[in-house]
């Protein structure tokens, strides 16, 4: 299978612990992103790496959220002092941007982790 | 900010039936896709429409992107219960990298 990947599938913790979750991207995909997703939601975009540099931060991602992609590759989210909202379905997608004409940015998702905190 | 509004936000329907179900912003997107996502599971891709005015087909789904390259729908022909699910479309702008989701349609096709 060489589809993007994400560990874990699933993720209880208590509040105030922190959890750290790793997306494997499909590996000749330059661009990887992060998402979340609560119910009744489309996702939300948290961030995205170009190769190893973190491009953009969405306003969603407060201090407590860190994310690294150390070598281009897989990447990592992590979650400080977790709070019962940040419960929700982290979603990891990879692409390979097209640019030119007709720009696009398809974006291949993993089966995300979903994370409870009590 | 840009936004995209989809409807209708649920939709129950009888397996035979046709459907079409809409996506809507009041900005230009330089491309728009279509996910379908299962519960428990990531999105996954069906289309790409790039081209005002294009129409594409996948089986018994047929997009159509506007004219204006500012809104979308997504017809269904003959539904099945194997259509059930969240349909989510999302547009990448001209000059941004990222791209934008809608809040999806939650189809269920009752056997």
């Known amino acids: 299978d060489t589809g993007v990947s994400q560990d874990p599938r699933h993720k209880i913790t208590k509040r105030g612990q922190n959890v750290t979750f790793r997306c494997d991207p499909i590996?000749?995909?330059?661009?990887l992103y992060w998402y979340r997703q609560t119910l009744g939601q489309g996702p939300e975009f948290l961030t995205y790496?170009?190769?190893?540099?973190?491009?953009?931060k969405s306003r969603l991602l407060s201090d407590r959220f860190s994310a690294e992609r150390p070598k281009g590759s897989f990447s990592t989210l992590e979650i400080q002092r977790t709070e019962q909202g940040d419960s929700a379905m982290y979603l990891c997608?990879?692409?390979?941007?097209?640019?030119?004409?007709?720009?696009?940015?398809?974006?291949?998702f993993g089966p995300g982790t979903r994370l409870t905190v009590l | 900010t840009q936004l995209l509004e989809q409807s209708p936000q649920f939709l129950s329907i009888q397996e035979g039936e046709n459907l079409t179900v809409y996506c809507n912003s009041s900005?230009?997107?330089?491309?728009l896709q279509w996910y379908r996502q299962e519960p428990g599971e990531g999105p996954v891709l069906l289309v790409t429409?790039?081209?005002?005015?294009e129409v594409k087909k996948l089986k018994r789904l047929t997009f159509q992107f506007g004219d204006a390259r500012k809104d979308s729908s997504l017809h269904i022909t003959a539904a099945q219960p194997g259509d059930t699910g969240l349909y989510l479309c999302?547009?990448?702008?001209?000059?941004?990298?990222?791209?934008?989701f809608g809040k999806g349609t939650r189809l269920h096709i009752l056997p």
């Open positions: 997608a990879s692409s390979f941007p097209l640019r030119g004409a007709n720009f696009r940015d398809e974006q291949f």
């Open positions: 590996s000749e995909h330059n661009r």
């Open positions: 790496f170009q190769n190893e540099a973190q491009l953009e």
């Open positions: 900005s230009v997107f330089s491309s």
């Open positions: 429409v790039v081209t005002g005015g």
């Open positions: 999302a547009g990448a702008g001209n000059r941004d990298d990222k791209i934008i």
